[in-house]
């Protein structure tokens, strides 16, 4: 696919970094990325897989430089809080100085209490059982 190609696409379709609706009212993304069901292309398993791994390095990246004991944790309970923060961002995440201050301290049962012990673990259910699980334990859960 040739340079001259891309560019005349984005010039023609426009290059938009949110979802917006066309001129026909369909949700679309990207250069002219039609986003409806049984309409339009929507994302295929690899871009879906590319999304999703650049976010995860986008939330190590920003816990990381926010957390300099965020490196010393095995990786299981970084990969906990990097579900957290991908759950609720950096923002909401920094809301927790309880449980984040436990976990830098390696009381990891106390963190763990902390974050169940929240409104974010009653939205989600689940979710929270299993990432509250691994922060204690340091080991993924079977499901």
């Not at 009212?25 to 929507?42: A, N, P, Q, W």
């Not at 990097?82 to 609720?88: E, M, R, V, Y």
């Not at 049962?109 to 929240?118: I, L, Q, R, T």
């Amino acid at each position: 696919m040739s340079y001259q190609l891309r560019e005349l696409l984005k010039r023609h379709e426009g290059v938009k970094t949110h979802a917006y609706k066309d001129h026909l009212g369909y949700v679309t993304v990207g250069v002219g990325r039609c986003l409806e069901e049984d309409v339009g292309l929507g994302l295929s398993d690899d871009e879906v897989d590319y999304l999703l791994t650049n976010d995860i390095g986008r939330c190590r990246k920003e816990l990381t430089s926010e957390y300099s004991w965020f490196g010393g944790v095995d990786s299981i309970r970084q990969e906990a809080l990097i579900n957290l923060s991908f759950n609720i961002g950096q923002t909401r995440l920094r809301g927790f100085i309880k449980a984040l201050g436990h976990m830098e301290n390696g009381d990891y049962e106390s963190a763990g209490d902390e974050f169940y012990d929240s409104k974010w673990a009653s939205q989600v259910g689940d979710r929270a059982l299993e990432v509250c699980q691994m922060i204690r334990s340091g080991e993924y859960q079977e499901r």
